[in-house]
């Protein structure tokens, strides 16, 4: 199974915290942009129960990071789960076998289509994955060749792949810009606290120790 986060309104800063929440759950996430992340689910039932309460715990920790406007899927391939996430609000939960029923009125847009074959549906009058699920696979696959046949198996969500996992960094940061000057030790220690905190919840997603800290004042 997997799950696909898309937080449409996620400014492309703020998209460290998105993975970071992902990786907090899976250690295979992949980055898909800025605003989506999918990441492979399997087992976590055994821990945290059915697709339902998994989804709740992972809304629970992106409440927590302030992210907010999150659209929620889970489905049996990634590609399923991450059409769902962009193209329904809210949580999705699609089981095994109604992922062409879920995806259905989806807008071919979603698709990504090549120009040319985006325009080819268009001309045809298709508009939604299921007028494109419904076409015969024959008729589609002499007309578009390989890439109409899997365009429609998008569309049916359907389509096989593996998971391509984001390479956690070599390293990681944190920063803080002040207003003012800081003068004193005291509200000095406070501040790197935060950012330590930021580092460590960082690491702890990724299941990773550090070993070195450096610190750059100026």
Request: proline share 9%.
């Amino acid at each position: 199974m997997f799950a696909c986060l898309y937080a449409p309104a996620l400014p492309a800063a703020s998209a460290a915290l998105l993975v970071n929440c992902a990786c907090g759950f899976s250690p295979r996430v992949e980055e898909t942009d800025p605003q989506t992340v999918t990441l492979d689910i399997a087992g976590l039932d055994r821990l945290l129960g059915p697709p339902l309460s998994i989804a709740n715990a992972i809304a629970r920790r992106l409440d927590k990071l302030d992210i907010t406007n999150i659209h929620f899927a889970i489905a049996s391939n990634p590609d399923a789960a991450l059409h769902a996430a962009r193209g329904l609000p809210g949580i999705t939960l699609i089981p095994p076998g109604e992922e062409a029923r879920v995806l259905a009125g989806l807008p071919l847009s979603l698709l990504s289509a090549p120009p040319d074959l985006a325009e080819t549906l268009r001309v045809w009058g298709l508009r939604t994955f299921g007028d494109l699920a419904a076409l015969p696979e024959a008729g589609l696959a002499e007309r578009l060749g390989s890439e109409g046949l899997r365009l429609q198996q998008l569309a049916r969500g359907s389509f096989q792949r593996p998971l391509v996992p984001s390479i956690p960094p070599d390293t990681f940061g944190a920063s803080l810009e002040l207003d003012h000057p800081v003068a004193q030790l005291e509200p000095l220690l406070f501040l790197l606290a935060r950012l330590l905190e930021d580092l460590l919840t960082q690491l702890h997603s990724h299941g990773l120790a550090a070993n070195e800290i450096r610190l750059r004042l100026q």
